[in-house]
């Protein structure tokens, strides 16, 4: 998964200060705004680079100065609102004394997600969105990602946090499924009926609770926490 640009958010430097961002940094940063914008409000298929060009007020060469396709310019702005619901949502888990249990994991993210427009659109029925994501990954880094995700439920089972009489894989495809039954779901029974992202996160919470988790449970949940850092960051470390 080549990229051109590597996204950073620009607030510190290799000696620990805080950063100052050039002019190139501000450029980018200020096209990657206005690609989630127009991603948001048109989608992913029907958003062009003209479109984009246009809106941020430069040439089209301009974009090729930083990306070398549309693909290329989406792949990054996506990129970058699912590592800002990531960083919020490790701050979330680490205030929550509860933080590392899998039903409290899931609200959180979820919360999170309202708080980035881009994000929060692959799950309120613009599902060319989440497309477009899992499309950044060729099958071998779909593969490496299905590894990470059951190392961590492993882990999770191991520190007594979720069920072991359900082998990991299942558990795993499980939560996928329902992951993508969330961003399909307002396709098949309309924007009207879909539910607030609210009421999503608390019932979706009280299933997993239910579901996934063993009537008694640990007192210490910082290995749930320490779980979840762990496969973040090899998320986000399969960036470009």
């Known amino acids: 998964m080549e990229t051109r640009s590597k996204i950073t958010d620009g607030t510190s430097n290799d000696k620990g200060g805080p950063a100052q961002p050039d002019e190139r940094m501000i450029r980018e940063q200020r096209l990657l705004d206005v690609a989630s914008a127009l991603l948001v409000r048109w989608g992913y298929r029907r958003t062009t680079l003209d479109d984009v060009a246009r809106e941020a007020g430069v040439g089209k060469g301009t974009i090729y100065l930083h990306w070398k396709d549309k693909k290329d ?17 490790k701050q979330r888990i680490a205030a929550d004394p509860e933080g590392g249990l899998p039903h409290r994991l899931w609200m959180h993210s979820m919360l999170a997600a309202l708080t980035n427009p881009l994000v929060a659109a692959q799950i309120r029925g613009q599902p060319d969105l989440f497309a477009g994501l899992i499309d950044t990954f060729d099958p071998a880094s779909r593969e490496q990602l299905v590894g990470h995700a059951d190392t961590y439920v492993a882990q999770l089972q191991q520190a007594g946090l979720i069920r072991t009489d359900l082998p990991v894989p299942v558990i795993t495809y499980l939560l996928a499924s329902l992951k993508m039954g969330l961003i399909s779901a307002p396709e098949l029974v309309g924007q009207k009926n879909m539910p607030s992202l609210e009421q999503l996160a608390v019932a979706l919470s009280d299933l997993l609770r239910r579901w996934l988790e063993p009537e008694q449970l640990p007192s210490n949940t910082e290995a749930g926490k320490q779980a979840l850092g762990e496969w973040l960051e090899q998320f986000n470390s399969m960036e470009g």
């Open 73 to 89: 310019l989406f792949r990054a702005a996506i990129w970058r609102a699912n590592h800002q619901v990531s960083e919020d949502l």
